[in-house]
């Protein structure tokens, strides 16, 4: 846990700072992960962790193709389940999105461009309701203020795990 704590404290300063997390703390977490996982419970713990984040890539994919998540947010998760097994990946999963809602909100009381963004998301799910057509959907990045970084969420997950809380 202690290699996973170290890679998450690269991971947050480069998102905070860069707003991408590079390939390269990805790549090296899974790798020693899966390492840990060899060491701890062989081949078949491997085999599990690889499992783990091909469901963990599947499941998120699709939120990262309508614009929902970050592809380094998918890449964490991904990373994580390298580390976690079963039931601490899901419940880790569970707390960094119930975490990131939490953080979600207090940006929509304290920022009005994130409250305009929450509406604007209301209208878009309605018109696809009706039209079933998502093509002309654009993401706006140029507002930072609104963007939730999911590191930040994901690590304090991270340091709740750590404490025995879940």
């Not at 690269?10 to 590079?22: A, G, S």
């Not at 899966?34 to 078949?44: F, P, Q, V």
């Not at 990131?100 to 878009?124: D, H, N, P, T, W």
Request: net charge positive; charged share 15%; hydrophobic share 55%.
């Amino acid at each position: 846990m202690v290699i996973l704590f170290g890679i998450f404290c690269v991971v947050v300063y480069m998102d905070m700072q860069f707003y991408k997390i590079p390939n390269v703390c990805i790549l090296a977490g899974m790798v020693c992960g899966l390492i840990m996982t060899y060491m701890s419970y062989s081949l078949t713990g491997v085999l599990m962790s690889c499992a783990a984040a091909a469901v963990i890539f599947t499941a998120f994919y699709p939120f990262y193709l309508i614009g929902g998540l970050g592809a380094g947010d998918v890449k964490l998760f991904m990373m994580a389940g390298c580390f976690l097994r079963y039931e601490k990946l899901f419940w880790y999963l569970l707390v960094t999105f119930a975490v990131g809602a939490f953080i979600s909100s207090v940006k929509m009381i304290l920022f009005r461009e994130s409250r305009q963004r929450f509406f604007y998301l209301i209208r878009y799910i309605i018109k696809i309701a009706i039209t079933k057509n998502i093509d002309d959907y654009k993401v706006d990045k140029k507002n930072k203020r609104c963007v939730i970084r999911l590191s930040v969420p994901a690590f304090i997950s991270l340091i709740i795990l750590c404490l025995g809380m879940y």
